[in-house]
């Protein structure tokens, strides 16, 4: 590891010495982003918003607040327990132009720029591009047919304070001052409580131009980050007479690790490095 740093050195050399950890960033999938630009030919040419139209970073959970965090939860709440970090770290790998190396602090420089492109909210539009919402009580469906689980009330879970109000689902939709981004809408969602698990980013591109496929839906590409962690890229296939499109998917599982993400972290922070870690002005943008 870095050697310590005596109290009351900042900037640079501070930094050395301080490994702000997200494990999200340790997740195989997760660093699969960025190979996926880098290696395939295919993809990064269309990687801007002449051919994208929106990108969904999602992070929902069929699980309430339950596993004794409930009060840790409702200090906190979905955008502070995971928006801010998490999404941000996700949406700063998908967003960022390519780094000239892999090295940490040229990545990091990346991922800044990205935080610091998104355009600020206006009070108007955080009325009209947010939600904010508490799970009530209800039943879970099951994944495997069953009858679901009942789920109680977030409000009347162990530890949550009635009077605070934490949202358990959050929504924002955000825009990014960037020569490649502009016009492309970036929807960051995450929730406790909702009808299935589903943790990825979605990449919608926009229609082609020619008339004949004016009924065919969208392309999209899939990229699971931690179930279903599964890649999929969705086509348009078909008859061209009549008119008659079919939808065509290519789907494969990510590369395997055999380390969690935990253990990549770790890893990162006793071999010195800095990739899986948060630099302190990317923290503060986010």
Known sequence: MTSPVPAGVAGTAGEQAV?????????PTVQNLLALRLSNRVLEPVWNSRHIEQIDILWEE????VEGRAGYFDRSGTLRDVMQNHMLQILSLIAMDLPTSLDGHALRDCKVDV???????????ALSRTRR???????????????GRAVPA?????????????ETFAEVGLYLDSE????????????????????QVTVRFRPTEHPSTL?????????????PDDLALHLTGGALKPPS?????????????????????????????STLSVRGDEAEAA
């Open 19 to 27: 490994f702000r950890v997200d494990h999200v960033l340790g997740l």
């Open 62 to 65: 069929d699980l309430g607040l």
């Open 115 to 125: 935080l610091r492109s998104v355009r600020r909210l206006s009070r108007d539009e």
């Open 133 to 147: 919402a508490r799970y009530t009580a209800g039943t879970l469906p099951d994944p495997a047919g069953g009858d």
């Open 154 to 166: 977030c409000r009347d879970e162990g530890g949550v304070d009635t009077d605070r109000g934490t």
């Open 180 to 199: 490649r981004w502009a016009g492309t809408r970036f929807l960051l969602r995450a929730g406790k409580a909702l009808h299935r698990r589903r943790k």
């Open 215 to 227: 009924s065919a839906p969208a392309n999209e590409l899939r990229i699971g980050l931690d179930g």
């Open 245 to 273: 499109p079919a939808a065509v998917t290519l789907a494969a599982p990510p590369p395997v690790s055999d380390l969690p993400a935990y253990a990549h972290v770790l890893l990162d922070v006793l071999s010195g490095g």
